[in-house]
């Protein structure tokens, strides 16, 4: 167990809807980072947020966005759901800026189908 | 050209037998990790690295900064270390990770 928590495990949902995927990161880490795991693309890194501060950017669609609270944890707005935005996305944390001396933990994953 | 290139993609070994995985980089690092991804989808952290060599139990993992390549090794391969294994990388001035398509490993008892 990583200490990093995600919610909810799956999530059906349909063409055009907007989902809300949770992650909660280890206690103490104050980086968050998004990753998108699709079959055609493998894993792509999304956001990263850094105590409440989006800190970086990759490819990230604009009808994705992201936050982070102030009790840390991190929520990943999807939104006008497409079918190829069917994918895993995983959360994971740091303990730092990350970078040389900071592991990053990954939380257990949501599975969004998208039909 | 991909920044984290693996090989190879498949690998699939008898038990007991000694593996290698492979992963080059292109870009200046930070940090070079390797990740386990079991079929069920977590992803599971077994080494950061930066320079040199660290072991956890059968597995030993290598960099060569001046060669950027990084290798993976696992002693007395077992079953249960059937799996999918990720190299990723961290740029300097940036904590992003950059994976590698991964190397999918089949241990047949």
């Known amino acids: 167990d990583s200490g990093v928590t995600q919610t909810p495990k799956h999530l059906i949902t349909a063409t055009g809807q907007r989902v809300t995927l949770r992650c909660s990161p280890r206690s103490g880490d104050l980086s968050v980072y998004w990753y998108q795991q699709s079959l055609d693309q493998g894993l792509q890194f999304l956001i990263q947020?850094?105590?409440?501060?989006?800190?970086a950017k990759g490819n990230i669609l604009e009808r994705f966005s992201a936050q982070q609270f102030p009790d840390l944890h991190s929520e990943l707005n999807l939104s006008s759901l497409e079918l190829g935005d069917s994918a895993l996305y995983f959360c994971a944390s740091s303990g730092g800026l990350g970078g040389k001396y900071n592991e990053q933990f990954f939380g257990p994953g949501t599975r969004l189908t998208v039909l | 050209k991909n920044e984290v290139e693996q090989s190879p993609q498949n690998l699939t070994a008898q038990e007991g037998e000694f593996i290698t995985i492979n992963c080059s980089y292109s870009?200046?690092?930070?940090?070079l990790h390797w990740l386990q991804q079991h079929p069920g989808g977590g992803i599971v952290s077994l080494f950061m690295?930066?320079?040199g060599k660290k072991k956890h139990g059968r597995l030993i993992a290598t960099i060569n900064i001046q060669e950027k390549h990084s290798s993976l090794h696992i002693t007395a391969s077992h079953p249960r270390d059937s799996a999918v294994y990720i190299c990723a990388v961290t740029d300097f001035g940036n904590e992003k990770l950059t994976f590698g398509t991964g190397t999918r490993l089949t241990i047949i008892p």
């Open positions: 947020y850094y105590n409440g501060e989006e800190r």
């Open positions: 870009v200046e690092i930070s940090a």
């Open positions: 690295l930066s320079s």
